[in-house]
């Protein structure tokens, strides 16, 4: 029985599919086997699976699509000539073949007078809004005046950025956080676009956009910009307790800005850094390394020995760059104890130090009065990998200078000489004092002699010492 229920829905529908299509389309069958397999071939092309319509030869869509194609060429053809008056054109064009202009011509118009710049643009720009305000009805995308709003911002024009942004809701533009974007972007560039900020934030209330993350970081960045940390500080919390996710590129600029303004306190950064590691900064090694710049700046050597260990606990393995800075603020701040630790626990973890670690290391055993050693880790640098360059020579020569040991800068610079160093002025000068020092008035003059013969410049202290100690090198040297 339910065969036959089936049998007699099938019949059915064929015998509706049947009257529906147009009779003729079945000459194109042959006769033979429609009428051999006639129930077979109703089958075959009208279940749902193999259904085959006849193809329609006339479409009103691409009768549409070929009258904006043609009014399109005689837009393009009409503004070879000039660009005195779009609009006027675009209409021309549209009545013609007897369409309306889309939001998509608009947007066109708009992109044509912001890369050419006509003499009045912005009379027609004007115009143009006009039109879509108060003739047309469509609902205008938002990109189009997101185009704008960068236009008035390329110009400075910022009231009329603002102008149009509070104008959107009137040309039936759903306004999203992208325009508000657009808009904080270009008003963030100058101090008077960031006056009106507060604003702009206010208005977005009554057009019903959400300040999203993105516009948060806008906010952050320019707070940062102008250094007004604090404030950038706060709005930060009051993103986290919104629920928005921490943005860790806006806390490492807010740590770098703080570590730029020189008159800020080490303690307080320190406990702004703590602060943003308890809303969930993960610092990365950049992080590290301003604090770093920041303390070895404010003489804190051990508070930065102190961001080394910090940074290991974070599984974060400190490069050569970190424990240099780290060296370098402790030889300054006479913390040799210290250094001696660095430099050690440097190459326990398998850091090859490079010319300014040397250099840097050098210093703190030449300040330490250590000549030996230095002069025998300057020797020892080529075997290790890294040649002395010369200010590694300038140090050990103001040390030996200082120290009185008159025969070993000798020796030195005899060293020098044979590796086919060329002396700069610097270390000229550190030589002429070594020679002052020792009463060798004659020694310095040789050495003024060659600088002038080398067409190398003394230094104007090198010139006031040799020049004092013999007034008769004073005219030698004018001419």
């Not at 051999?36 to 030869?57: A, F, G, M, T, V």
């Not at 804190?300 to 800075?325: H, V």
């Not at 130090?353 to 050693?373: A, W």
């Not at 060329?422 to 020792?438: E, R």
């Amino acid at each position: 029985m339910l065969r036959g229920v089936v049998a007699h829905c099938k019949r059915f529908i064929t015998h509706q599919w049947r009257q529906q299509i147009n009779p003729n389309y079945f000459l194109f069958i042959s006769t033979a086997s429609f009428s051999s397999r006639k129930s077979s071939s109703l089958h075959n092309y009208y279940i749902r699976k193999r259904r085959k319509w006849p193809i329609q030869p006339f479409t009103t869509h691409r009768c549409e699509n070929f009258a904006v194609k043609l009014a399109k060429q005689l837009f393009k053809q009409s503004i070879r000539k000039s660009k005195i008056n779009l609009l006027s054109d675009l209409i021309k064009s549209c009545t013609a073949y007897e369409i309306e202009p889309t939001p998509q011509s608009y947007h066109l118009l708009f992109k044509i007078l912001i890369q050419q710049k006509p003499s009045n643009c912005h009379e027609q720009i004007r115009q143009i809004l006009d039109r879509i305000e108060k003739v047309e009805n469509f609902q205008t995308p938002e990109r189009v005046f997101i185009d704008l709003i960068n236009f008035y911002g390329d110009n400075n024009m910022f009231d009329a950025a603002v102008d149009l942004f509070f104008r959107t809701p009137s040309y039936r533009c759903d306004s999203s956080v992208e325009i508000l974007n657009a808009l904080l972007l270009i008003l963030c560039r100058s101090k008077r676009g960031v006056d009106l900020v507060p604003r702009i934030l206010m208005k977005t209330q009554t057009m019903n956009i959400r300040i999203e993350e993105s516009s948060f970081r806008i906010l952050i960045t320019t707070l940062c910009k102008i250094g007004s940390v604090s404030n950038a500080f706060e709005l930060l919390s009051h993103m986290v307790d919104e629920g928005f996710d921490l943005d860790q590129k806006n806390c490492s600029l807010m740590l770098a800005t703080m570590c730029w303004q020189l008159n800020c306190d080490s303690g307080k950064i320190m406990a702004s850094f703590e602060d943003l590691k308890m809303l969930g900064f993960a610092p990365r090694k950049n992080d590290f390394c301003n604090l770093i710049r920041f303390l070895i700046a404010k003489g804190k050597g051990k508070e930065a020995f102190g961001l080394l260990k910090q940074m290991k606990t974070s599984r974060l393995k400190p490069d050569i760059m970190c424990y240099n800075l780290v060296l370098d603020g402790l030889v300054e701040n006479g913390e040799f104890t210290s250094a001696d630790k660095v430099f050690d626990e440097l190459l326990v973890l398998g850091l090859a130090p490079d010319i300014y670690t040397y250099n840097v290391y050098i210093k703190g055993l030449c300040v330490q009065k250590k000549l030996d050693d230095g002069i025998k880790l300057m020797r020892a640098m080529k075997e290790l990998g890294c040649s002395p360059d010369l200010c590694t020579y300038s140090t050990v020569l103001r040390a030996l200078c200082k120290a009185g040991e008159f025969d070993r800068m000798t020796e030195v610079v005899t060293e020098m000489r044979q590796k086919s160093m060329q002396l700069n002025p610097k270390i000229y000068d550190i030589l002429v004092d070594g020679f002052i020092a020792n009463g060798d008035v004659n020694g310095a003059r040789s050495l003024l002699d060659e600088m002038l013969n080398e067409n190398l410049v003394p230094q104007q202290t090198t010139l006031d010492k040799v020049t004092g100690c013999d007034s008769r090198m004073l005219s030698q040297v004018q001419d």
